[in-house]
């Protein structure tokens, strides 16, 4: 069955850093954009950064412009989100999501919990 399974996160002091993995099995990774989303506690979720299925193009929030770099790795089924200079902002239920283009099958995975205090 399909699977979307993000590890990586944690508690981490402002200024940190963390990087989240999304490892996907059950569908064709490739074929797939990749997103990475957060939710913060009384928000909507909203769009972290974002790749298309090859690699080619990356878009990322204004709010982690600088900070954070989206990549993947179609060999491995996997996409990461790095994250440096984290501050307390950033705390948020963060979430991958895999979207087919023009079809539009889309996955979620769980989540998992950034904390950045100190």
């Known amino acids: 069955q399909v699977q979307l399974v993000e590890s990586g996160g944690g508690l981490v002091q402002p200024g940190g850093s963390l990087r989240l993995s999304c490892a996907a099995s059950?569908?064709?990774?490739?074929?797939?954009?990749m997103s990475w989303y957060r939710q913060a506690p009384g928000k909507e979720r909203e769009l972290v950064a974002r790749i298309t299925s090859d690699g080619s193009r990356i878009d990322s929030a204004d709010s982690v412009k600088g900070r954070f770099t989206i990549s993947r790795d179609n060999a491995k089924n996997t996409v990461y989100l790095q994250m440096n200079s984290l501050k307390p902002e950033d705390t948020a239920v963060y979430y991958c999501?895999?979207?087919?283009?023009?079809?539009?099958?889309?996955?979620w995975g769980q989540g998992t919990q950034v904390t950045v205090s100190s």
């Open positions: 059950g569908f064709s990774f490739s074929n797939y954009a």
């Open positions: 999501r895999a979207r087919r283009p023009i079809v539009g099958t889309e996955y």
